[in-house]
């Protein structure tokens, strides 16, 4: 395998999880009687712009299909975070009813619609037809498409070249990275303004976040080899912003490279140099990740057994990718966690892949009242823990799974 930027042959590896099936690959009660298919989940770290990566070995048409199951607006703390962004930046870029922002992965609409809101024309790109038809009954104008130089191509021919484009945690899900980066400098218009989102590798390292890791993810980035990619492709990374979002996130700012505003800030460079010192350019960072990835599987399944032997009940919420990774990894099956509930329709009734758990709606949590909750998209712990904490009413606890499986 070689890195999917520089080309530079891969034998590093990161982080090896086994096989698992595809983390949002949910499986219908026919399905139980059939197999299902696992792939690697192998990760490998470039020795020379350590990009983190994983082999393609589910092509990215498959996993973004008519059948995808996952929708942003079912996530409040995720509305919030798009909306906020939304009201901040179209002011402050003066964008307006001559102005074109595009997003890339715009799912069902969940931020545009507030761009259109705003009065500012909107177009999202969305590879998943399930979603894009949802942003479309929204109003918001969806191009069911993969986002790379073909397309971008075609939209500057048509004179569709973007004031703002946004991708929210797309990079990491694109196998070609550097098709899409140079997509990017063709859709943007001069002085036009690049923000992406992404979860930051060194957040990842620090709180091992290996559940974070699934087939969907192509890559996992850090500041440092994103500026070169961009670099690579006529773009500047100027600024940066931390957020918090998905255990901790970059939101990166491009602009072409002659453009007069692409001046370094401080920001950036305090990341840059986050990254340095930490270690993150050479080999002794992204080694020793495995051993600590098994430390947790070793005490979830403690816990898990104990409460079995206990005669005490552990459900899951969130139907989430990550909580599949963490589930397939640790070997959990119905007998340990008998079910998990998530507020998105598209996911009840289904049974998450590989582990085969039941998918319930939240009404479950209620009406079986089980000892522990096991809470698998922990990065939104606390609207979880708000949204169920009536729980406690009969003793109920919730249960944290990383950065350490702890008991709230």
Known sequence: MNCRFCA???????????????????????????????????????????????????????????????????SSTWLAHAKAYVEATLPRLGLGPQSLVMEIASNDGYLLQYVREAGVPALGIEPSGSTAVAARAKGIETIEDFFGVRLATELA?????????????????????????????????PGGLINLEFPHLYRLVESAQFDTVYHEHFSYLSLGTVQ???VA???TVFDV????THGGSLRIHARHRDDPLAAETARLRAVLDL???????????????????????????????????????????GAAAKGNTLLNFCGVKPDQ????????????????PGSRIPVLPPTAIAQRRPDFVLILPWNIKDEIMSQLAYIRDWGGRFVVPIPSPEVV
């Not at 912003?241 to 918090?244: D, H, I, K, N, V």
């Not at 599987?297 to 816990?303: I, N």
Request: with cysteine.
């Open 337 to 352: 966690v008998a079910f998990v509930c998530d507020a998105s329709p598209h996911k009840q009734g289904l049974f998450l």
């Open 228 to 230: 070169r990619l961009f």
């Open 275 to 317: 990254e340095t010192a930490t270690g993150m350019r050479a080999d002794a960072f992204y080694q020793g990740f495995q051993v600590r990835a098994e430390r947790i599987k070793a005490e979830l399944l403690g816990f898990l057994a104990e409460q079995k032997l206990a005669g005490r009940t552990v459900a899951a919420y």
């Open 8 to 74: 530079t042959q891969l034998s590093q590896v990161f982080l090896d999880l086994g096989a698992a099936p595809p983390s949002n690959s949910f499986l219908t009660a026919a399905d139980l009687n059939g197999p299902e298919v696992y792939y690697p989940l192998k990760l490998y770290t470039c020795p020379d712009c350590r990009l983190v990566q994983v082999d393609e070995y589910k092509r990215s048409a498959e996993i973004f299909s008519s059948g995808y199951v996952y929708f942003s607006s079912y």
């Open 157 to 189: 021919s048509q004179g569709r070249q973007a004031d703002l484009i946004i991708g929210n945690n797309v990079l990491a899900h694109v196998p070609d990275l550097n098709d899409f980066v140079a997509g990017l400098r063709l859709a943007l218009k």
């Open 241 to 244: 912003e931390e957020l918090p």
């Open 233 to 235: 492709h006529g773009l």
